[in-house]
Every structure is written in structure tokens, then in C-alpha cells.
């Protein structure tokens, strides 16, 4: 219980004497200031939801975080450039870096709470841990932050419906033509982008000479999480198609059984 308990109060604390190790100073507080923001954010919803469970709360930061870092990298992959797919490996941008330093001082409070409250299985404990070596490794070499913003923005873009998918299930309303929606959105996004134009971006990546090899294999490494991820949704997906196939089978037999004996009573 010692070592648990040292391990849990560590681990942020680890990933910051790295984070100094191999960056400058000036960005290490900007990591410190997105930490203490994000972690203020989760103690206000605290105090605003007392009636509710401390996931509640961690969730709606996480929501947060979500739209927020979905807007930002949406506005520098598509807008201030430059593009992750023609021009992988430049120096980053003062933008990229500010939005760098803003999600990785996120992912450094969720992996803290995660690992606290024991919410989450290794493979999305690997998928935090992999987006915190691989920011801090573009903000260290001060490169390939045009690559990692765009893998952000894939990794992200799903987030908020799995939040939204949560709150609805904790409400009640997850059975609904809403969670459905929900669900089919959150399967085709995660599908669409963090698999089909996640493979596009990591063979552009590959291919390129620029990036180092260790981002290629923080690429590689992503993408397999990806896939994990993806075998899991593909099975629940199956799993409710089939389960909503049944209930409909079985409401259109109850229908006939109605239209040619009028007078049957259904209990």
C-alpha cells in the first residue's frame, strides 16, 4: 500500500523533473500554469457539483479540455499551417507550443487522477502516458509539433461524445435515440479519422525524411494504441447492433400478433 501510494503522489511529479531536464524554463512554467489551471477548473466543478461523484467533475474538465484543444488544433492544422501531411518535422510554432504546453499540463492532471482514483485499465493509462512522452518530446527537440498538434486533434475529436455518452448514462438517458446518435457518431468518428486519416498522417510521417526516427516510433506506437481501442468499440458496436436487431425483431412480432387478433392483450 506504501509503494501504491508513493507511486500515485510521484508519477506527476516525475513527468515534470523530466519535463525540466530537457526543456527551457519558461516552458516548464507555462506546463506549471496549465497544470494549476486545469486543476483549479476540477476543484470548482468540485465544489459546484458536491451533490455529484468527483468523476463527474473530472469529466466535465475533461469535456473542457476537449472542445477546447479540438477548436485550437482544428485552427492551427487547417488555418495557420503548416500541414501535418506535406510538411511533417519543421520547427514548431509559437502557437503549436502554447497549445502544446496547454494539453500536456491536461494530460499530466488526468494521468495524476487517474492513477488516484483507479478509474482506468492500463491500455488507456499507455495512452495518456504515450501523449505525455510525445509532446514533451516535441517540446524538447522543438520540432514535429506540426505532426503531434494533429495527433491532438484525431486523438481528441471523439473525446467529447465519449463524455457525452457517459453524463447520459449516469442521468439515465443513454437508452434514447440521443445515446444512440451518440454512439453511432463516437464509432464513425473514431473510425473515420483516428484510424483512416490516423493512417494517412503516419505514413506521410513515415515517409518523410525530416522527423527523427524516435517520433516515427511514438507515431507507430499511437497508432497501435489506436487500434486497441478500435477492436474494443468494433465489439461493443457488434454488441448493440445485434441486441438492437433482437428488441426490434421481437417489438415487429408483437405487432403482427396485434394486427391479426385485435383483441390480444400484451402483458
Known amino acids: 500500500k506504501t509503494m501504491t501510494c508513493l507511486f500515485r503522489v510521484s508519477s506527476p511529479c516525475v513527468c515534470f523533473w523530466f519535463l525540466y531536464d530537457r526543456m527551457s524554463a519558461a516552458l516548464c512554467v507555462q506546463v506549471l500554469c496549465s497544470l494549476c489551471g486545469w486543476l483549479s477548473l476540477y476543484l470548482s466543478f468540485c465544489r459546484l457539483n458536491k451533490h455529484r461523484s468527483y468523476e463527474w467533475s473530472c469529466r466535465l474538465v475533461t ?47 488526468d494521468l495524476g487522477w487517474c492513477i488516484y482514483f483507479q478509474t482506468e485499465g492500463a491500455l488507456m493509462l499507455a495512452h495518456h502516458t504515450l501523449s505525455i512522452l510525445g509532446i514533451i518530446m516535441a517540446l524538447a527537440l522543438g520540432e514535429s509539433g506540426t505532426e503531434v498538434n494533429a495527433v491532438i486533434f484525431g486523438s481528441e475529436i471523439t473525446n467529447p461524445l465519449l463524455q457525452i455518452r457517459w453524463f447520459l448514462r449516469e442521468t439515465g438517458h443513454y437508452h434514447s435515440f440521443t445515446g444512440d446518435v451518440v454512439d453511432f457518431l463516437f464509432v464513425a468518428l473514431f473510425t473515420g479519422v483516428r484510424i483512416g486519416v490516423g493512417a ?30 478500435m477492436f474494443s468499440i468494433w465489439r461493443f458496436a457488434w454488441k448493440k447492433s445485434i441486441k438492437k436487431y433482437h428488441a426490434w425483431r421481437n417489438r415487429r412480432g408483437e405487432d403482427r400478433q396485434l394486427k391479426t387478433n385485435g383483441h390480444l392483450k400484451v402483458h
Open 200 to 229: 494517412r498522417l503516419l505514413f506521410c510521417e513515415m515517409a518523410s525524411p525530416k522527423p527523427k526516427w524516435f517520433v516515427k516510433a511514438g507515431g507507430v506506437a499511437m497508432y497501435a494504441v489506436s487500434w486497441c481501442f
Open 63 to 109: 469535456f473542457t479540455h476537449g472542445v477546447l484543444s479540438i477548436g485550437l488544433s482544428a485552427y492551427i492544422g487547417f488555418i495557420d499551417g503548416p500541414w501535418p501531411f506535406t510538411h511533417p518535422g519543421l520547427p514548431n510554432t509559437p502557437l503549436q507550443v502554447h497549445v502544446l504546453c496547454l494539453t500536456l499540463g491536461y494530460f499530466i492532471f
